[in-house]
């Protein structure tokens, strides 16, 4: 069982920048891929990015130039830099993680952009 807790969530005005962290109850190194999701309600959950063991990353399309996923082996934790934010960004963004072909997923965190 793996536990993420996700912080960092919040309001930010239309072309800020925010940092969420997705701290992981196991070593990064052991995990097959991490990665972060985003639900809008009524809409299904989507790829914002992934990151995998080996540390090739996925961006979706919308995001790319914008967001930036890193990781900090030492703190087993993950982290999305956003810049450029847009309102369309504004989701609940989910911490992801894959190990042995399980998914697991933290809590959620919100993230609004508006003026």
């Known amino acids: 069982q793996v536990q993420l807790v996700e912080s960092g969530g919040g309001l930010v005005q239309p072309g800020g920048s925010l940092r969420l962290s997705c701290a992981a109850s196991e070593s990064i190194f052991s995990l097959n891929a991490m990665g972060w999701f985003r639900q809008i309600p009524g809409k299904q959950r989507e790829l914002v990015v992934i990151i995998t063991s080996g540390g090739r990353t996925n961006y979706a399309d919308s995001v790319k130039g914008r967001f930036t996923i890193s990781r900090d082996n030492a703190k087993n934790t993950v982290y999305l830099q956003m810049s450029s934010l847009k309102p369309e960004d504004t989701a609940v963004y989910y911490c992801?993680?894959?190990?042995?072909?399980?998914?697991?997923w933290g809590q959620g965190t919100q993230v609004t952009v508006s003026s």
């Open positions: 992801n993680a894959v190990l042995r072909l399980v998914s697991y």
